[in-house]
């Protein structure tokens, strides 16, 4: 589900919906598959079965997630167990957060840049007020990154519609987000600095496009043995 208020963007998906309309959404998985109206839309068991914890989620910081269900991201707030979903396109950003326990789901639909700091200072005070949930701080690199060499990581990675180059020299690590083929057109290049965080997590600083905040860059293996990278928790796999 990538819903962005009224608007919608092809290739990730065209649900175009409300932010009343989400909550309802929500309201009904609360409610285990029932309608606000009393019809049954999804079966308890499947209800049930969405927030079950099917992988672990390789990326924890871009929605803050701990594994995945069918469908849902999972969340663990210090014990507190939760479900949501976030969705995006080129200036569009959406937000659910579910917690069960307290019966409360938050909805943000935003246009425009510094949507995940507006996303971070809500939530974490509305969560925090309706459901003792306590979300964790905003993702940034440390003030002293650790060493990484990135020379295994260097190299051309793709998916469909995006090409991510990681290149290093003396000056540092960087790396290029170019849409392509039939999305060639949804946004020039993207170019930024990559910052250590770990030996496979990097923050790339997004500049002005993205607020100014740092946008989680995952480096992983699938379990074919290919080299992948996650941005926005889309896997792209190393090509050359």
């Not at 839309?41 to 803050?64: C, F, H, I, N, Q």
Request: with cysteine.
């Amino acid at each position: 589900m990538g819903f962005s208020g009224r608007l919608s963007a092809g290739p990730y998906g065209r649900v175009i919906i409300s932010a009343g309309d989400v909550a309802r959404f929500a309201r009904a998985h609360l409610d285990g598959g029932v309608a606000p109206d009393g019809t049954r839309v999804l079966s308890a068991g499947a209800a049930a079965e969405m927030r079950r914890r099917v992988v672990d989620s390789p990326d924890k910081w871009t929605v803050s997630a701990d594994g995945w269900g069918l469908g849902w991201t999972l969340y663990d707030w210090d014990g507190v167990p939760g479900y949501g979903h976030d969705g995006a396109a080129i200036g569009q950003y959406s937000y659910l957060r579910v917690v069960p326990h307290a019966g409360v789901a938050v909805v943000l639909p935003a246009n425009g840049g510094g949507t995940g700091g507006l996303y971070a200072d809500l939530f974490r005070e509305l969560l925090d007020e309706l459901a003792g949930v306590r979300v964790p701080e905003a993702f940034a690199p440390a003030a002293n990154p650790p060493a990484v060499d990135l020379t295994r990581l260097v190299g051309t990675y793709r998916r469909e519609g995006v090409v991510t180059t990681v290149t290093q020299d003396v000056d540092g690590a960087r790396i290029r987000y170019e849409f392509v083929d039939g999305m060639k057109d949804f946004s020039p290049p993207l170019e930024m600095d990559l910052v250590p965080v770990s030996e496979t997590a990097f923050a790339a600083s997004g500049g002005p496009s993205f607020g100014g905040e740092h946008i989680p860059v995952v480096f992983s293996t699938l379990t074919d043995g290919t080299e992948c990278v996650y941005i926005g928790m889309r896997v792209t796999p190393k090509v050359a």
